[in-house]
């Protein structure tokens, strides 16, 4: 089989909660912010329902692991980059859960070899690498409106400059913004 050339690549998106001023979580890590507005749910299900496999930071998979709830993620692959063993994970995720170490673009090269189609990208530092690789081809950020501080920002001089095309613009009664945007790929 011929080796995938970024054309075969899975597409991969990231789909964020963001303060107004560009944080993705408290200084601490905990994510009040955006559990304050959880009275709709900004097109997740929909974007959910296309996604055949997850990657994810490590600090995302432990803060998913300890909310202590049913994994959300169903049968879906879920790869989380770490350089460490993962521990005990969830009897309900372990099936399902795998680890990666280093270079995201290879790991999306066999991702497409084994069939899967859409990856849904999450995470900081993560999506920070990923932006730096070049392999991210949607971004959606739902802005809250509230403005953190201190927190952990999104954004940082690790991330090269980039273009992006808006494709899609909606918002909510309770001041919330969803901005999509996919990479402008003639640069
Ligand atoms: N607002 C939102 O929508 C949203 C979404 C997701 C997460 N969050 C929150 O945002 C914060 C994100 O934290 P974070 O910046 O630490 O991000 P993260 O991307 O979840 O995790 C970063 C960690 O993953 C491991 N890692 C990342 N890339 C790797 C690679 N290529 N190879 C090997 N290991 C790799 C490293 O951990 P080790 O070296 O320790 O293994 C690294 O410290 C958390 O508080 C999280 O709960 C918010």
Redesign the pocket.
């Known amino acids: 089989m011929p080796a995938p050339t970024s054309d075969s690549r899975p597409r991969v998106s990231v789909?964020?909660?963001?303060s107004l001023d560009l944080q993705?979580?408290h200084a601490d890590?905990?994510?009040e912010f955006?559990d304050r507005h959880q009275q709709h749910d900004y097109g997740y299900d929909a974007f959910m329902a296309d996604v055949d496999a997850l990657i994810?930071?490590?600090?995302?998979?432990d803060?998913v692991v300890g909310f202590g709830v049913a994994w959300p993620f169903g049968t879906r692959r879920v790869i989380?980059?770490?350089?460490?063993p993962l521990g005990e994970v969830p009897a309900d995720a372990a099936p399902w859960v795998t680890t990666?170490?280093?270079?995201?673009t290879p790991l999306l090269d066999r991702l497409a070899v084994e069939g899967v189609r859409h990856v849904y990208l999450?995470?900081?530092?993560?999506?920070?690498?990923a932006l730096a690789e070049d392999v991210v081809d949607a971004l959606t950020l739902?802005v809250m409106p509230e403005l953190l501080g201190a927190g952990?920002p999104?954004f940082g001089a690790d991330v090269p400059p980039s273009r992006w095309e808006l494709s899609g613009l909606d918002r909510w009664p309770n001041g919330a913004v969803q901005l999509r945007y996919t990479r402008a790929r003639t640069n």
């Open positions: 789909y964020l909660g963001v993705i979580a890590g905990s994510l955006l994810m930071g490590r600090t995302t998979f803060t989380v980059c770490t350089h460490r990666h170490t280093g270079a995201l999450d995470g900081g530092a993560t999506v920070r690498a739902t952990r999104l």
